[in-house]
């Protein structure tokens, strides 16, 4: 769940600083291009630099990632956005009682943003009360303009003008609402889904994969034909540590086996807990020289610990290369025979 709370947070990165740069030259560009063409429209004139700040300051941090100040960073520009929208769309409306012919094409260019914006920003519930809203008040503007609008020949023309806008937005609501609702389900039933197998192929008091993830691994392996190594470890005397120390100290030594050894594998390997103090380590395309440098460093890790945390621990292992004739059964038979011999030299 972590891993993926993460990536999302980078993927939104991501995107908001493409956004952002996307809105510092678009916002900046519109005016630039209403100052050429001499468009006396106070809101763009004096909002879209405004707007273009908005959008820039807030690049560094996002940039370092911060995630506290992303929270505050999308309130405050979807608070802008919607401002220079509903602003833009009032002023336009107001300017169109005193000509009775109302022009809107500017503004059915970027009233989507007045959707897309929450929808990307917050959760779909939050979005969608901020969109009705924001639907609310472009309603309630023209309705107040069919009743101010002389009933000249342009008030049809502005009624079709009004429904469409209406219409328009409303649709963008519906389906922006849909889309976000499946993608919820779609990310919720997948977040599910790797939650069971996470619980159906993990150890539980160790944290790394059990007999049933490894048992899949060795007969993929072999159904693909993939050359690949065995290497079974006991912990030697583990008995006695739980009958000295008590189990919560042998807990402590399978706990602490387990994560040094995901720390030592090679990219590639996989370990996991066979069953009691017994584990399993896969290591497809294990040379001699591989073979020899891992059993060295898993022979480090139960030595120099602290018995007030730890109680040091010796291993002992059995080792057996998969061939074409091979089954699961026989492997694990030939590494449990090695290991055998390795460990009849010592006592429990």
Request: charged letters at 20%; a positive charge.
């Amino acid at each position: 769940m972590e891993n993926q709370v993460s990536f999302i947070t980078r993927l939104k990165v991501r995107v908001y600083l493409g956004a952002l740069a996307a809105g510092v030259v678009i916002t900046l560009g519109v005016w630039i291009l209403d100052r050429i063409v001499q468009d006396t429209n106070p809101i763009s004139s004096g909002y879209l630099p405004v707007l273009s700040l908005f959008y820039a300051i807030p690049i560094y941090w996002i940039w370092k990632r911060n995630e506290k100040f992303i929270r505050y960073f999308e309130r405050i520009i979807y608070t802008a956005t919607v401002l220079y929208l509903l602003g833009f769309f009032t002023y336009s409306v107001l300017l169109s009682v005193q000509t009775t012919s109302l022009d809107l094409n500017k503004f059915f260019l970027w009233m989507v943003m007045l959707y897309a914006a929450p929808f990307l920003m917050f959760s779909s519930r939050t979005a969608t009360r901020l969109s009705i809203g924001s639907y609310g008040y472009i309603l309630a503007i023209g309705l107040w303009f069919l009743i101010r609008v002389p009933k000249n020949a342009n008030f049809g023309q502005n009624v079709s003008v009004i429904f469409q806008v209406l219409i328009a937005n409303l649709l963008y609501i519906i389906l922006l609402s849909v889309i976000v609702n499946l993608k919820d389900k779609v990310v919720e039933a997948e977040t599910r889904s790797m939650l069971m197998d996470q619980l159906a192929n993990t150890d539980p008091l160790t944290g790394i994969h059990n007999r049933r993830k490894l048992t899949d691994t060795i007969v993929s392996l072999i159904r693909e034909n993939i050359p690949f190594s065995v290497i079974l470890v006991d912990i030697d005397r583990f008995k006695s540590i739980n009958d000295t120390y008590g189990h919560d100290a042998g807990d402590k030594v399978l706990q602490y086996f387990g994560t040094e050894l995901n720390r030592i594998l090679r990219r590639g390997d996989l370990a996991g807990r066979w069953g009691g103090d017994e584990f399993l380590i896969i290591c497809p395309n294990l040379g001699t020289g591989g073979q020899s440098s891992l059993l060295q460093r898993l022979n480090t890790i139960g030595t120099d610990l602290d018995p007030r945390v730890v109680q040091p621990f010796r291993l002992s292992f059995g080792v057996a290369t998969c061939t074409e004739s091979d089954n699961m059964q026989t492997l694990l038979k030939r590494a449990d025979m090695e290991l055998y011999r390795n460990k009849s030299g010592k006592q429990d």
